[in-house]
């Protein structure tokens, strides 16, 4: 088993950066394809960073392309989203994701992950 726990989320303004940590526990991320997928309210969860496994390839949601930042520590266990530029439409809550067998089609299907954290606020104010 997978432990992932998210931090880092908080409130604010537009304009403004965060960045998310999710550290991982129970097996190491160098193992896994890891996510960030967000949810809004009355929305369905969205993929919005990548980090491949093999090759440590990064792939990013139109919305968030040239704002926001995945990156992985293997001696930490841990992944990063650093977000800038918040604009209010990314509210909503993170959530830290990892999956061992995902392939570039399925990557940003939220059934393609095995393990999930817990999520953390982000909230952008106008």
């Known amino acids: 088993q997978m432990q992932l726990v998210e931090s880092g989320g908080g409130l604010v303004q537009a304009g403004g950066s965060l960045r998310l940590s999710c550290a991982a526990s129970?097996?190491?991320?160098?193992?896994?394809?890891m996510a960030w997928f967000r949810q809004a309210p009355g929305k369905e969860r969205e993929a919005v960073a990548i980090i491949r496994m093999s090759g440590g390839s990064t792939y990013y949601a139109d919305s968030v392309k040239g704002r926001f930042a995945i990156s992985r520590d293997n001696a930490k266990n841990t992944v990063y989203l650093q977000m800038n530029s918040l604009k209010p439409e990314d509210t909503g809550v993170y959530y830290c994701?990892?999956?061992?067998?995902?392939?570039?089609?399925?990557?940003?299907?939220?059934?393609?992950?095995?393990?999930w954290g817990q999520g953390t606020q982000v909230t952008v104010s106008s």
């Open positions: 994701a990892a999956g061992s067998r995902i392939s570039v089609l399925t990557q940003w299907k939220s059934q393609s992950y095995d393990y």
């Open positions: 129970g097996r190491t991320i160098s193992s896994y394809n």
